[in-house]
């Protein structure tokens, strides 16, 4: 089991192999775009069955009728391998498994309080973060406009004026980013917002007008980021994880104090078992100690960036969801 559950993690930790792609990007030879009037192209949707429905056997599952809010969950890279430089939503082997790891995993923290919208989009090959040719950042761009139609699509058709929590990851966080400035980056939309949790991608303050970092446990109306690396290590200079702001996800502060939980866990959220971490902020990233079996001894835990604190997000996610609730 236990062999089992590293290789499965490594396979996606080393997903980065020379792939043989068309040197230039063109939109009209990607997959064909995604119907968000169709089921089948969101991974997660309330009143239905999926992946992000997951909850601890401590837990009781709560109707989705009785949830105030949304999230909005924006999945990292998984699409390693292909002939084109974004993902084929219809591509089944893909979907998967992204419902089984970043979905189940990532968006599931929020169920408890919140509808889970989580749009399949055209996502960029892992390549296009390691690309210095531009053919990367165009095919990112365009995997952007999927996620913005989807947004869309989801304000004009689900959303009915409801309270919005926006959460992403890596990839996923490169787009939410954007998503908050073309969306949220006024004060009559701030106001909507519960909260960002914009995971493992680096954010920069000054990118925004009116949005600003949460800086308290139980701050509304803001955005929180971090990435997740060994304690003692430094990112290389430059590194897409890292930007300017850091939110510790244990203390939900932004100062130096390191904090400790109890609430991590590795490829089972129904576990009883639960693993410890201690985090502190660093140069805007984290640096960490865990006793998560191999993950201790990663470098970079940017594959864990949700899993080290899922259930300090969780807790925290009810709050803000309160705080938010009580001003209105």
């Known amino acids: 089991m236990k062999k089992g559950i590293l290789i499965t993690l490594l396979s996606i930790r080393l997903a980065c192999f020379p792939q043989t792609l068309p040197a230039k990007f063109v939109a009209a030879d990607q997959p064909t775009a995604p119907d968000y009037s169709l ?41 390693s391998k292909g002939k084109t430089w974004c993902a084929d939503v219809n591509d089944s082997k893909l979907n998967k498994r992204l419902d089984k790891l970043p979905v189940q995993f990532q968006a599931s923290p929020f169920n408890q309080v919140a509808r889970v919208y989580a749009p399949r989009y055209r996502q960029g090959i892992i390549k296009c973060f390691y690309d210095t040719t531009g053919t990367g950042e165009e095919a990112l761009n365009f995997a952007y406009t999927d996620v913005k139609r989807a947004f869309e699509y989801y304000m004009a058709h689900y959303n009915n004026g409801r309270p919005v929590i926006i959460a992403s990851h890596s990839q996923g966080t490169r787009h939410a980013r954007q998503l908050l400035k073309d969306y949220f980056d006024t004060p009559q939309m701030k106001q909507q917002l ?18 600003t970092p949460c800086k308290s446990v139980g701050e509304t109306n803001c955005y929180i980021t971090w990435a997740s690396f060994k304690h003692g290590y430094i990112p290389e200079k430059g590194s897409l994880l890292v930007g300017k702001t850091s939110v510790n996800p ?79």
């Not at 192209?41 to 809010?69: Q, R, T």
């Not at 519960?194 to 949005?211: K, T």
């Not at 805007?284 to 604190?309: A, C, E, R």
Request: charged fraction near 20%.
């Open 39 to 79: 089921t089948k192209h969101w991974s997660a949707l309330p009143f239905h069955n999926d992946k992000a429905d997951v909850i601890p056997k401590s837990e009781k599952w709560v109707s989705d009728s009785l949830k105030a809010v949304d999230v909005f969950y924006i999945y990292p890279t998984l699409y």
């Open 194 to 211: 519960v909260c960002a949790y914009i995971i493992g991608y680096g954010i920069f303050p000054e990118w925004y007008s009116v949005l």
């Open 250 to 328: 244990i203390s939900w502060t932004t100062d130096t104090l390191p904090a400790s939980t109890s609430g991590g866990m590795l490829l089972s959220v129904k576990a009883k078992k639960r693993f410890k971490s201690t985090a502190q902020i660093h140069n805007n990233y984290l640096w960490v100690k865990t006793n998560v079996p191999f993950v201790q001894t990663w470098k970079v835990l940017h594959l864990m960036d949700y899993n080290l604190y899922w259930m300090d997000i969780r807790k925290n996610v009810a709050l803000r969801v309160a705080e938010y609730l009580k001003k209105k």
